[in-house]
């Protein structure tokens, strides 16, 4: 993933049609994974985070570094790992939602689906 992608218009776009499908702050507070909004008051900032560090590769230094660019509030590399520690369950039902709705099931609970994850390096 291109970290530009993340800044740019093509962020908006992915929220817009992520919210059509699932509603975010709910299940993010429902998860535990937005706790309490002092800094990060929404869950697309949550999920913004996640992808920085996960597809977008980066390090929670370089993530606390760019967080005014990336249209996040300003957080500590200690901070950054706190709040991804606490997504797990969020982002696995997200998850499991969007592969439910390509399969065509009708429950979209990620307590459903059998998913197996490898490592191929």
Wanted: hydrophobic share 45%; no cysteine.
């Amino acid at each position: 993933m291109q970290h530009t992608s993340l800044f740019d218009g093509k962020w908006s776009s992915l929220i817009r049609q992520l919210g059509q499908r699932v509603d975010l702050d709910q299940s993010a507070r429902r998860l535990g994974a937005l706790q309490r909004a002092r800094k990060l008051q929404r869950a697309e900032q949550l999920l913004r985070l996640a992808l920085l560090y996960g597809p977008g590769q980066m390090s929670l230094r370089q993530i606390a570094a760019v967080a005014d660019e990336a249209g996040l509030p300003e957080l500590s590399d200690k901070a950054v790992m706190g709040r991804l520690r606490r997504m797990g369950d969020w982002l696995a039902h997200l998850l499991g939602g969007l592969l439910a709705e390509q399969a065509g099931t009708a429950d979209a609970d990620a307590t459903t689906l059998d998913l197996a994850l490898v490592d191929g390096s």
